[in-house]
């Protein structure tokens, strides 16, 4: 099977910016920082929302196939500090809504729906960069 090409980074920053956009519209009026905010606006997605507390462990996970075969719900892990399951929320979130929202057409003519061999690299690419657009 041979690897499709890479979107390139301003195609990534593009993507991030257009999902950030649409999850801080989710947000709006709430503080962006807070776990409340973001268990809200995935109410509001129709995403199921499954809360876990194991200390070392990952701090979220979304995935396209789940053991439950529900790909509209995330699992948050409620061990971290606030801020931490704030950005689990928004980066489990982006993750989501690129897999719905695959595969935009942009600007530069990039697909953004062909990645570097595993769609979920491209997404974690993209679900970090809008962590740091939403929360620094």
Request: glycine share 8%; net charge negative.
């Amino acid at each position: 099977m041979s690897r499709l090409p890479a979107i390139s980074p301003s195609t990534q920053r593009q993507v991030a910016e257009l999902v950030a956009a649409r999850l801080a519209r989710y947000a709006q009026g709430f503080p962006l920082a807070s776990r409340a905010t973001w268990e809200r606006v995935a109410e509001e997605m129709g995403v199921s929302v499954h809360l876990y507390h194991v200390p070392g462990a990952g701090r979220g996970e979304w995935r396209a196939s789940p053991p439950d075969g529900d790909p509209s719900a995330i699992a948050i892990n409620t061990a971290y500090p606030e801020i931490e399951v704030a950005k689990a929320f928004v980066h489990e979130l982006a993750e989501l809504l690129l897999h719905r929202l695959q595969p935009p057409l942009l600007d530069d003519g990039s697909d953004a729906g062909r990645y570097e061999g595993e769609p979920a690299d491209e997404r974690h690419k993209v679900a970090r960069r809008v962590e740091r657009i939403l929360l620094g």
